[in-house]
Structures are given as C-alpha cells and as structure tokens.
C-alpha cells in the first residue's frame, strides 16, 4: 500500500506537468525546447519519439541533452535527439525543393518533386504545403507570375516577357491573365492603368480603416488616423487605376474590416489578396498566431519558424505586409520592447 502511493505521488506531478501532454501527444513543436527520459529503459528522447508511450512515473524532464546524460540516460536510437530537429531538416528539404522550382524553365511534376525530396508523393506534398503554406504547384504557379512582372516592369515587350518568364504558349498564358496579373498586361505594363479599384473608409476602434479592392479581391486593408490621408496613400499607390467610393455591398466587406480590427479573434470571411513569398507567407501565418494583446521580437518569430538567423528576412516580410490587421505585425517588436515602424 505505501508503495503505491509512492508511485501516484510522482505520476501525478507529471500528469500536471504541462509537458507530458506534448508527450503524449508527440508534437512536433515542443521537439528542442525539452527532453524526456525514461528509467526502466534508460534512454532519453525528443517529445515527438514515436516510441510506446512510457508510465508517467517513469518519466522524468530534462532541459537539454546534456542534462539528461548527466542524470544517467542515453540517446534514444529511434528519435535521436542530438540530431537536428526534424522540423528543421525538412524545412531545408523544402527549401532545396523550392530553389529547383525557382530555376526550372519548366514547372517540374509532383513526381520528380517527391523523387528529389526522397519522400512519397502524399507525404512531400503535405509537408510542402505545411511548411510554405501554398501546394508546391501554386508556388510554381506564383513564381512565373512574379517573373512575367518583373519582365513587364523593365518594359521589354509583352510577347518576350511572357516567354521569359516559362510560359510556352501565349494562348495559354492569355486565358489565365486576369487572374495572374488582375488586368492585361499592357495595363500592368502600364502602371495598372485601367484597372478598376474600389474603396471605402470606416471608424473603428483603432482609427480609421480602409479597404480597397479590386476584381480579385482586396488589395489594401490599412489604418490610419484620418481617411483623407488612407486615400491619399491608395491613389499613391495606384496613380494610374481607377478609383471610386464602393457601393452598399461593398460596405460589409467595410464592415467585416471594422469587426476584426475591433474583435481580432473572430474569423472574417474576407477575400484577402495576399502576395508575397513563401517565406513571406509562412511569417505573417505566425504572425497571425501571435494573442491579441501580446508582442513578439523579430528573433523570436524567427525562431518559432525554425530558421532562427533569418531575422532580417522576418523584419523585410513584416514590411512588405500591407493586410495591417488581417496579418497583425504590429504584434512584433524589436528586441529591446519598442516599434519598429512597420505598418
């Protein structure tokens, strides 16, 4: 009887210990930030192990590898924990990956993808997607758009820059114009001449919020402290296209605005026009997972992404960000708690 409670005593602080639950749970994401080792086995492991899941009074917590061997315990064989994440190798797998969509004249298929990456088609194709957010077939897609504007902004002729930037038939390439560009590409070629923009302005908890769109969806969502100047920015942004005050449908989508900015932890079904990078894509993902009413430094973003030296690249995303509220990155900071400037 007195060895029972013995043995309850320990399982139950484990029980409440919130690392058991990553334990139980093999999360991925706690991989790094703690170890577990096991007695009757004698060997330590990542949280993610899939290994049986052992007795909570078996179970002790150590904060690195070296503590853990210190105690007496030694690298799990299955999981082994002094390795990198595992996280981390596949984000340089992607990486890798989205270098040789990058290059390709052609967008490679989702076979020679997966045969690279040396995984099976099901399994890249979902790790591709966690990690950038798009399919790999959408990245390729994205990037020969992001190529044909460049060659559009140098202004080379339409014919050369569509060519240029992979497409090998201009058929084709003119059926999906509108949605690669939102205009032809003479307008686009043109600084967005003729393109059709629509705005509205509203109050709200923070100031005044703007939102703009396009055929596409919304192409700004900003705020501000007075509406005359948030219109002023959209003209300079888009001097050539057409601007008009939106209509009464337009106004819920106003209204939509209004509701995430004064209750951000609502979901709003708004058709944000998002562009940017993979990379960019993934830091306003975290970025978005920041609580309301709390910050984070541009360090710490980096490293909840797994790539903690791409500081300066967390800091260029958050700039290039122009959904403020949809993609809060007024929630990031600099290291020493002040503003950094960004919208």
């Keep these: 009887m007195k060895s029972s409670a013995n043995t309850a005593r320990p399982a139950a602080k484990i029980l409440h210990d919130p690392r058991w639950q990553a334990v139980a749970l093999r999360d991925p994401t706690a991989d790094g930030k703690f170890y577990y080792a096991v007695k009757t086995t004698g060997v330590y492991c990542r949280p993610s192990c899939a290994a049986r899941l052992a007795r909570p009074d078996h179970v002790s917590f150590h ?9 007496g315990f030694r690298a799990c064989k299955r999981c082994k924990p002094k390795d990198p994440p595992l996280q981390e190798a596949h984000a340089a797998t992607i990486a890798k990956i989205c270098r040789h969509i990058e290059q390709a004249q052609d967008a ?10 040396q995984m099976s088609i099901y399994h890249f194709h979902r790790l591709f997607k966690a990690a950038t957010g798009v399919t790999p077939k959408a990245y390729a897609v994205a990037h020969r758009a992001k190529r044909l504007r460049n060659e559009l902004r140098h202004g080379g002729k339409i014919t050369e820059a569509i060519y240029g930037a992979g497409y090998n038939a201009g058929s084709r390439f003119y059926e999906k114009a509108d949605a690669l560009l939102g205009m032809t590409p003479k307008s686009y070629r043109a600084g967005g001449a003729d393109t059709a923009i629509r705005y509205a302005t509203a109050p709200c908890s923070l100031g005044t919020v703007l939102v703009a769109a396009s055929v596409r969806g919304v192409c700004a969502l900003w705020l501000g402290d007075e509406a005359a100047a948030l219109t002023q920015e959209l003209h300079d942004v888009f001097p050539k296209a057409r601007l008009a005050a939106g209509d009464r449908q337009f106004g819920l989508w106003v209204a939509r605005a209004v509701r995430l900015v004064d209750t951000p932890a609502r979901s709003v079904n708004l058709p944000l026009d998002v562009r940017g990078t993979a990379f960019q894509q993934r830091v306003w993902q975290v970025l978005q997972k920041i609580p309301r009413g709390e910050t984070a430094s541009y360090r710490e973003i980096a490293a909840r992404m797994g790539s903690p030296k791409a500081v300066r690249a967390v800091a260029s995303a958050c700039a290039a960000n122009t959904l403020a509220v949809a993609i809060p990155c007024h929630r990031v900071v600099r290291a020493d708690g002040e503003l950094a400037g960004y919208r």
């Excluded at 904060?63 to 105690?71: L, Q, T, V, W």
């Excluded at 490679?108 to 045969?115: F, H, N, V, Y």
């Design 63 to 71: 904060a690195s590898c070296a503590e853990a061997e210190r105690a």
């Design 108 to 117: 490679p298929s989702l076979d020679t993808l997966a045969r690279l990456a």
